[in-house]
Each structure stands twice: as structure tokens, then as C-alpha cells.
Antibody
Framework: QVQLQESGPGLVKPSETLSLTCTVSAGSISGDYWSWIRQPPEKGLEWIGYIYYSGSTTYSPSLKSRVTISVDRSKNQFSLKLRSVTAADTAVYYC??????????????WGQGTLVTVSS | QSVLTQPPSASGTPGQTVTISCSGSSSNIGSNIVNWYQQLPGTAPRLLIYTNNQRPSGVPDRFSGSKSGTSASLAISGLQSEDEGDYYCATWDDSLNGFHVFGTGTKVTVV
């Protein structure tokens, strides 16, 4: 079954850009939607956005001005960039596959998550 | 600030039934399907219930979901110690050009 693995720096300075990559294995990135979700320490889940394998995106209204999600089909990867980070962006970041058929929409495969701390 | 409200906590003794509510509005639960995710301590969330009341393969039938109007519920019957963790409802919201939303989360404790 599909496996996802997040990778990227665990520490980012305030005002800089957080960059993460999710590598998809045991399956192709083509034909599906892919999402980023985060969870601040001791808090709940927050959806960041998703990308279709073709490159079309939808973002959370609260993060839209700072987020870019992109896809690299040749590497079977998709990526997250979050600009102008602050301490409030400290969180475990998860990537996930989106099962999407008509009105049915859910996250069926998740990465293990990676902690990103924003601190100087 | 989530638009889906859940009780912060729920508890029960082994064997009991625990029910978790998820309250939304006409633009989210009232218009779209609801999914539930379970997050055990130190692990990534996993899909527990999809499309209001469907269980993925491997999820025990002790877990059941329902939806009515702008609210949804998750019931855990025959509560077991390994059910301790956080539970989140989730759905799509049609406002602001559409976005996905998670509930505030409920911590289930087996006492």
C-alpha cells in the first residue's frame, strides 16, 4: 500500500520559509490528490491545503497568503512552502493522500509526521 | 479556530459505550460527508470512519458513525484500553471557495 515520508529541516528561523517534501512510495502520485496537515504541540489538526497530481491547488483560507504546494511527478514527490513563519507555525507536519471520488473525500494514507520548530 | 465543535474529553470504563459529538453548520456538515480520525498517543492520525458511517477494512465494528442535519456522532462500544487517544471529525466547508476542516478533537480516556 501507499507509503508517505516527510523530509526537511527541523528548525526554521522566524520570518524565513519552511520547506518540506513528501515522498510517495509503493504507488504513483499520478491520478490522486495529496495534502498537507499540521498539528501544533498539544493541539488539534489543521488542514493546510491539497494539490492534484496535475498541479491544481486548494489552500486553507487562513494560510493561503503564505502557502505554496507543488508537485514533482518525476520524483513522485510533492512539497510545501510556508513563508514568513513565526513561532505559531511550530508543529508536526503530516503529508497525506486524499481519496476523492465525487462527494467522498478523506485522508486514507498518512506520513509519520515531522516536527518543525520555528526559533532563532 | 475550528468551525466543528467537539467536547474536549470523554471517558468510560472498559466495555462501556462512549459517544462523541461533532457540531457544525449548514455550510459544512449540513452539506457534506463526515469522516472520523483516530490518533493514538505518539502516532499519526488514521482514518476510522468515512462517508458518515463507513468503516475502512481493519477497523473493528465497535466503532460506528452517524450524521443528522448539521451534527455528527462517533460511538465506541465495548470500550477497550487501546481506544485511548484523540478523535477528530472532519468534513469539507463550502464557504470561502471551499476548504477542509477538522473538529476541535476529543480525548478519550478509559478509566
Amino acid at each position: 500500500q501507499v507509503q508517505l515520508q516527510e523530509s526537511g529541516p527541523g528548525l526554521v528561523k522566524p520570518s524565513e520559509t519552511l520547506s518540506l517534501t513528501c515522498t510517495v512510495s509503493a504507488g504513483s502520485i499520478s491520478g490522486d490528490y495529496w495534502s498537507w496537515i499540521r498539528q501544533p504541540p498539544e493541539k488539534g489538526l489543521e488542514w493546510i491545503g491539497y494539490i492534484y497530481y496535475s498541479g491544481s491547488t486548494t489552500y486553507s483560507p487562513s494560510l493561503k497568503s503564505r502557502v505554496t504546494i507543488s508537485v514533482d511527478r518525476s520524483k513522485n514527490q510533492f512539497s510545501l512552502k510556508l513563508r514568513s513563519v513565526t513561532a505559531a507555525d511550530t508543529a508536526v507536519y503530516y503529508c497525506a493522500r486524499v481519496f476523492h471520488e465525487g462527494p467522498t473525500y478523506y485522508f486514507d494514507f498518512w506520513g509519520q509526521g515531522t516536527l518543525v520548530t520555528v526559533s532563532s | 479556530q475550528s468551525v466543528l465543535t467537539q467536547p474536549p474529553s470523554a471517558s468510560g470504563t472498559p466495555g462501556q459505550t462512549v459517544t462523541i459529538s461533532c457540531s457544525g453548520s449548514s455550510s459544512n456538515i449540513g452539506s457534506n460527508i463526515v469522516n472520523w480520525y483516530q490518533q493514538l498517543p505518539g502516532t499519526a492520525p488514521r482514518l476510522l470512519i468515512y462517508t458518515n458511517n463507513q468503516r475502512p477494512s481493519g477497523v473493528p465494528d465497535r466503532f460506528s458513525g452517524s450524521k443528522s442535519g448539521t451534527s455528527a456522532s462517533l460511538a465506541i462500544s465495548g470500550l477497550q484500553s487501546e481506544d485511548e487517544g484523540d478523535y477528530y471529525c472532519a468534513t469539507w466547508d463550502d464557504s470561502l471557495n471551499g476548504f477542509h476542516v477538522f473538529g476541535t478533537g476529543t480525548k478519550v480516556t478509559v478509566v
